[in-house]
């Protein structure tokens, strides 16, 4: 079975920092891309950042570029979302998927429907 396991979430006082983490079995890691998003109260999900296992590449959100680090670990198919200078607005449930790494790449790979599988989130929540 599939399985993506997302952890690491908690309560942070602006400017801290957090890292997420995302492990991820049942299916070929590394032909996959796994993807982070968000969604806040009363706001659309959206994506924050993704790594493509296939290509290595990665794609970061213009909200969080040069806060947020998205890295992966092959070896232990784990997923890791690094985020520094955590704002108010950073505040959400995050989310970790997988969808099919070959041949999607930026914008497709933000959108959320090329992503089969998903884990249960887990909140962040930044104070000001």
């Known amino acids: 079975d599939v399985q993506l396991q997302a952890s690491g979430g908690g309560l942070v006082q602006a400017g801290g920092s957090l890292r997420l983490s995302c492990a991820a079995s049942?299916?070929?890691?590394?032909?996959?891309?796994i993807a982070w998003f968000r969604q806040a109260p009363g706001k659309e999900r959206e994506a924050v950042a993704c790594?493509?296992?296939?290509?290595?590449?990665?794609y970061y959100a213009d909200s969080v570029k040069g806060r947020f680090t998205i890295s992966s670990d092959n070896a232990k198919n784990t997923v890791s979302l690094q985020m520094n200078t955590l704002k108010p607005e950073d505040t959400a449930v995050y989310y970790c998927?997988?969808?099919w790494g070959h041949g999607n790449t930026y914008p497709f790979i933000f959108r959320d429907k090329i992503y089969n599988y998903w884990g249960q989130g887990t909140q962040v929540t930044v104070s000001s």
């Open positions: 998927a997988a969808g």
């Open positions: 049942g299916f070929s890691f590394d032909d996959y891309v």
């Open positions: 790594i493509n296992n296939a290509d290595d590449s990665t």
